[in-house]
């Protein structure tokens, strides 16, 4: 999983970002999947804590170059096109704590597949490979990028700003007040900490509170 092989494969998948026809960006993503070697994705938001797919291990991990933020608008999961609520994306700069699964090279397809179903619902995430920090090892991991050019891209915005968006918010998947808090459960779970995160729900307690 940390061989020179995967060092090869350093270059991001750009030709990711130009297919326009969604089936065929997915089975191309999906055939760069190694056959006989494990594959490893990088979670940061609800699929830290709600994965759905079938995984031999998970691991504390840690990226560079991107870091956690509320910079997606939702219009599903967490809110409607009427009434937005926000969920994460990897925004560009800084560093990022979350978890990594590895999954099996039998179950890696199906698995992946399911992932990319599930995140790029939007077409606003772009598929990145990155390296994680994991047991102080560099390893490779599959995962879902913003793109800052896409009309759901949040800018950036204050923790009250942030806490009035989602407070208000409900999507298919439930409150969006529910999927900052069982991201904050997650992380802290791990023995990470995140404070950008602790002011946003502080701020939206203040508001349940009529402070």
């Not at 490893?40 to 840690?62: H, N, Q, T, V």
């Not at 904050?184 to 009529?210: H, K, W, Y």
Request: aromatic share 10%.
């Amino acid at each position: 999983m940390i061989s020179s092989k995967l060092d090869r494969d350093r270059a991001q998948i750009t030709y990711l970002d130009k297919a326009d026809d969604r089936k065929d960006l997915k089975q191309r993503w999906l055939n760069t999947l190694p056959s006989t070697e494990p594959v490893w994705i990088f979670a940061y938001g609800s699929l830290m804590w709600d994965p759905r797919f079938e995984f031999d291990i998970a691991e504390p991990a840690k990226i560079f170059g991107y870091h956690r933020r509320f910079c997606v608008y939702s219009h599903i999961y967490r809110g409607t096109p009427e009434n937005p609520g926000l969920v994460f994306g990897l925004d560009r700069g800084g560093s990022c704590k979350g978890r990594a699964f590895r999954i099996s090279p039998p179950a890696a397809r199906k698995a992946l597949s399911a992932v990319w179903d599930r995140e790029m619902i939007y077409g606003v995430y772009l598929a990145r490979d990155v390296y994680a920090k994991i047991n102080n090892a560099r390893v490779l991991c599959r995962t879902f990028v913003v793109n800052p050019n896409h009309e759901q891209y949040a800018a950036q915005m204050s923790s009250l700003q942030i806490a009035k968006i989602i407070i208000g918010a409900n999507g298919e998947a439930g409150p969006n007040k529910a999927y900052l808090i069982n991201t904050l459960n997650q992380i802290q779970t791990m023995g990470f900490s995140e404070p950008a995160l602790c002011r946003i729900q502080r701020a939206v307690q203040r508001l349940l509170d009529g402070k």
